[in-house]
């Protein structure tokens, strides 16, 4: 099986670019649908698996998971969830990916999918960027905020993408060596960072 991860900064149009390849090659996309299936796996709300997706617990939060594993007693039910669940999210999240790519070829959209699936073969790691102008551009129009706002959700959104892979794969999110290709979106556009993948996705698993 041949797998494309796509990495993205929040604002490079990733999940377009993951969108327009995996039509072109005909393969399935994981993007979204990845949160549908750890949800209904874990039997929980699709907002309570997006809420924690791509991200790191806060220091309230991770004080009280280091609290309820000392002296459970201290805390309250309701921290004792929070902290579980943000484990069992990431360990699902990671089920659900490795299910997926012995199921047939496949686009996966962030998630550490590039750090989970590192050492195979049949995988193409890919990382979308595009400078900052751009990237608040997106998120101005993507959220319908003003410069400042967009600005702000491009800092929290990346940095908190960065803090993940960090955290939860002991990687550098942004690191070269983590990837076959790093595409310019602010130059090349969705499309045609579309296009340069699928060319080498078809070279490469032809």
């Known amino acids: 099986m041949a797998v494309?991860?796509?990495?993205?900064?929040?604002?490079?149009?990733?999940?377009?670019?993951?969108?327009?390849?995996?039509?072109?090659?005909?393969w399935d996309l994981l993007d979204n649908g990845v949160v549908d299936a750890v949800a209904e796996r874990l039997?929980?709300?699709?907002?309570?698996?997006?809420a924690h997706e791509e991200r790191?617990?806060?220091?309230?939060?991770?004080?009280?998971?280091?609290?309820?594993?000392?002296?459970?007693e201290m805390l309250p039910v309701a921290g004792?969830?929070?902290?579980?669940?943000?484990?069992?999210i990431v360990a699902m999240t990671r089920r659900v990916?490795?299910?997926?790519?012995?199921s047939g070829d496949a686009v996966l959209v962030g998630r550490g999918a590039q750090c989970l699936l590192a050492n195979r073969p049949d995988a193409l790691h890919v990382?979308?960027?595009?400078?900052?102008?751009a990237l608040v551009a997106f998120?101005?129009?993507?959220?319908?905020?003003?410069?400042?706002?967009?600005?702000?959700i491009v800092d929290q959104t990346n940095r908190g993408r960065q803090e993940y892979v960090r955290q939860h794969f002991h990687r550098e999110w942004g690191a070269r060596e983590n990837y076959d290709l790093c595409v310019n979106t602010g130059t090349l556009g969705?499309?045609?960072?579309a296009r340069l993948i699928v060319e080498l996705a078809r070279d490469r698993f032809a």
């Open 43 to 50: 039997g929980i709300a699709r907002a309570e698996v997006s």
């Open 97 to 102: 990916i490795e299910e997926a790519v012995q």
């Open 4 to 26: 494309v991860t796509i990495s993205r900064m929040y604002g490079a149009g990733g999940s377009l670019v993951a969108h327009r390849v995996a039509g072109a090659l005909g």
């Open 139 to 152: 998120a101005m129009s993507d959220r319908g905020v003003d410069h400042d706002e967009a600005a702000r």
């Open 56 to 72: 790191v617990p806060s220091l309230v939060e991770r004080l009280a998971a280091a609290l309820t594993l000392s002296v459970p």
């Open 190 to 193: 969705i499309d045609g960072a």
């Open 127 to 133: 990382f979308c960027y595009a400078p900052r102008p």
């Open 80 to 88: 004792t969830t929070l902290a579980l669940t943000e484990e069992r």
